[in-house]
């Protein structure tokens, strides 16, 4: 009953309280510390054998991402000076009530002194009112005023006096890149063609990083991935974190995005700004698909700058900043002659137009980048 009257109140408390009074702190269970609580986790992921090295994997995915997770996210502890705030109320309310209930046994104990006792005057009892002896209802009459509203000296009024006209013809709007964004994510296709072209730049992002691409990748909206990328939206755009969207495709197990990504010019070696990891690393062991997204992604991974004749196509430009390395352009064809020596492991030896020299791997991809069409030819 102490611990309803008070609502949630800290075990520690009331034993340190009601200790005296012949109660065994011990028989109030005692819950976990709001340290030692660990992540809740869905019936499907009952199985997973280090759910830490899960969370830690998931630590830094997009927040569109995190719902289509398979483990929850739990709440943030409070403060430790909000929590000790917190414990102060509660003692208080706790010594003010144990004080009053002290008092009201004293009382209670001892007999009524003669200032005390007093008697208290018998009510007499109200005659009852049957139904016969009310009078009858009055009809309710209701009053029409067309008087104008009453307005404050001083206060003017938001109501639309008579006579007084239209209003102005602005209506509130959304932002067109909102719209895009929140379209994407839910897969609402028609809504995307028709904000695009509202929309000044398609790779714009948010504070966070997120494109709608990124968005598009996240819901599994194949259908929007690929008319955002036909109309342009940059496919190497990283979030905050260096997330790309091919990252955001691993890590959710979909080989079919992310087949379609790594051929339209996605940067397979792209990675991350946290943990330096490529998509492939992104894929998520404890859900379904990660065996054949991740050799997949693997297999691009080792077959680039070997298949083909070891042609590779650019995705940035680049200044070369030594005499040993090439310079290029974003789309140029580069033939590989050796991926990587003993000297130079993040360099791969190349030739381009009759030169050889060193060229960063991590800026080149199986497969040149497609540049968006016209927006309206993209719209049939």
Known sequence: RRSSDLGEV??????????????????????????????????????IPDKEELIRIRSQIPRALKKRSSVEHWEEAPLPMQKH???????????????????????????????????????????????QQLPPPQPLVLQHSHSQPRVTPGISSILKRAGSGSVSGRRARLDPFVLLLDAA?????????????????????????????????????????????????????????????????????????????????AAIFSLTLTDSATASEKCDAYIEGFEECSFFLLNVEQQTGLMNNGVVYSLWDYEAENSDELSFREGETITILRRGDREEGLWWWASLYGREGYVPYNLLGMFPRVRGQQRKSALV
């Open 10 to 47: 800290e075990p520690e408390l009331v034993s340190m309280l009601y200790q005296e009074e012949g109660e065994d702190p011990e028989s109030v269970p005692r819950p976990l510390s709001p340290t030692r609580l660990q992540p809740v986790s869905l019936p499907d992921a009952e199985g």
């Open 185 to 265: 994510l839910l897969g609402e296709l028609e809504l995307v063609e028709q904000v695009v072209n509202e929309v000044s730049d398609v790779s714009q992002s948010n504070d966070e990083g997120i494109t709608a691409l990124h968005n598009a990748v996240c819901g599994g909206h194949c259908n929007i991935v690929e008319f955002l990328v036909n109309v342009g939206v940059n496919i190497n755009a990283p979030d905050s974190h260096g997330w790309t969207p091919l990252h955001c495709a691993a890590s959710c197990n979909d080989l079919e995005i992310c087949s379609f990504l790594v051929k339209r010019g």
């Open 85 to 131: 705030k917190r414990l102060y109320q509660q003692l208080t309310r706790l010594v003010n009530r144990a004080a009053v209930k002290r008092q009201r046994v004293a009382n209670e104990g001892s007999p009524p002194g003669p200032g005390q006792a007093h008697a208290e005057p018998e009510q007499e009892p109200e005659p009852e009112t049957t139904d």
